[in-house]
């Protein structure tokens, strides 16, 4: 079956714009994570979606957002861009929520690298 | 404190012999403990996972847990050139603002010589 899928791949933006960042999980999956990755700081949690629903966040500001769709795909937004908010943005899907059938496996999309000049 | 620790390395090891990559958690009460693996320019993929103390075989790798050390560990016997990635530690949070998140450690960088 389809894996998780991401767009756009890559893309450009300058300080100040916001972006908008798209993730289709595996079909079946109702759990949408996202994570930024970065060579000094790592993955780093920004947020877990399931049914609709934010059920976690990280301690990123609140120009970090998200939202899951009835289908569960889900989107992630960054507003006034900065420099630093350059990075590997990675969606993952996993089936279920802790202590709702969740086994810690997450699948991940191949990630959307943002630049920012 | 770092909720998941690794040794940044990079770890090197010539082919044939046993990579020991190494994680410490703060969660005292986290249950579950895995390894993923991430090829440069591709996304991590989960190799290994682990729930009970002790040690969890799968093929040339072995998870070993200890709760009441914090410690969890990943040793890759008769390793492979293409077994150079980073390994990247991660625990799901059992208490607290912690709940039901996946936190991941720095990574390792492990590069197999020939």
């Known amino acids: 079956k389809a894996g998780v899928t991401q767009t756009p791949r890559y893309l450009i933006k300058t300080r100040g714009q916001q972006v908008t960042l798209s993730c289709s999980p595996i079909?079946?999956?109702?759990?949408v994570s996202w994570y930024q990755q970065t060579p000094g700081q790592g993955l780093q949690f920004l947020f877990e979606y399931f049914s609709e629903t934010q059920r976690n966040k990280g301690n990123f500001p609140g120009r970090f957002s998200g939202r899951q769709f009835s289908n569960s795909r889900s989107e992630m937004n960054v507003s006034t861009l900065e420099l630093g908010d350059s990075a590997l943005y990675l969606c993952?899907?996993?089936?279920?929520?802790?202590?709702?059938?969740?086994?810690?496996?997450?699948?991940f999309g191949e990630g959307s690298r943002l630049t920012v000049l | 404190q770092k909720e998941v620790e690794q040794n940044s390395g990079p770890l090197s090891v010539p082919e044939g012999a046993i990579a020991s990559l190494n994680c410490t958690y703060s969660d005292r009460v986290s249950q579950s403990f895995f390894w993923y693996r991430q090829y440069s320019g591709k996304s991590p993929e989960l190799i290994m996972s682990i729930y009970s103390n002790g040690d969890k075989e799968d093929g040339r790798f072995t998870a070993q847990l200890n709760k009441a050390s914090q410690y969890v560990s990943l040793l890759i016997r008769d390793s492979q050139p293409s077994d150079s990635a980073t390994y990247l530690c991660a625990v799901v949070g059992a208490g607290g603002t912690s709940y039901g998140k996946l936190t991941f450690g720095q990574g390792t960088i492990l590069t197999v010589h020939p």
């Open positions: 079909s079946g999956h109702r759990s």
């Open positions: 993952a899907s996993s089936q279920g929520l802790a202590g709702v059938g969740y086994t810690g496996e997450l699948f």
